[in-house]
């Protein structure tokens, strides 16, 4: 079984910063490709970022592209994303993820992913 809970999640004012962390654990949760989705009320879950075990390749959603950037400790089974120029429209839920085996044209979706963690809140306000 694969556990993930996030951590980081919190208020701060448009143009701030915040960063997400994302405490695994597993006994294989080293080599899954892991991921960031994020929903807002009456919306559907999206997709924000992905990693690959290797941090050889990483994926963003075009809407945070060169403002997060998704990093992984394998060594401390941590995944992080770092919000740089948040906007209001950033305010949502964000929930870790992790699979194995994910195919690139999977990656960017939720049903592609096994195990989900809670979630952490994050507010932008105007």
């Known amino acids: 079984q694969v556990q993930l809970v996030e951590s980081g999640g919190g208020l701060v004012q448009a143009g701030g910063s915040l960063r997400l962390s994302c405490a695994a654990s597993?006994?294989?949760?080293?080599?899954?490709?892991m991921g960031w989705f994020r929903q807002a009320p009456g919306k559907e879950r999206e997709f924000v970022a992905a990693?690959?075990?290797?941090?050889?390749?990483?994926y963003y959603a075009d809407s945070v592209k060169d403002r997060f950037t998704i990093s992984r400790d394998n060594a401390k089974n941590m995944l992080y994303l770092q919000m740089n120029s948040l906007k209001p429209e950033d305010t949502a839920v964000y929930y870790c993820?992790?699979?194995?085996?994910?195919?690139?044209?999977?990656?960017?979706?939720?049903?592609?992913?096994?195990?989900w963690g809670q979630g952490t809140q994050v507010t932008v306000s105007s």
């Open positions: 993820a992790a699979g194995a085996k994910i195919l690139a044209t999977a990656i960017t979706r939720a049903g592609g992913y096994d195990y």
């Open positions: 597993g006994r294989t949760v080293s080599s899954y490709a």
């Open positions: 990693i690959r075990w290797s941090a050889s390749s990483t």
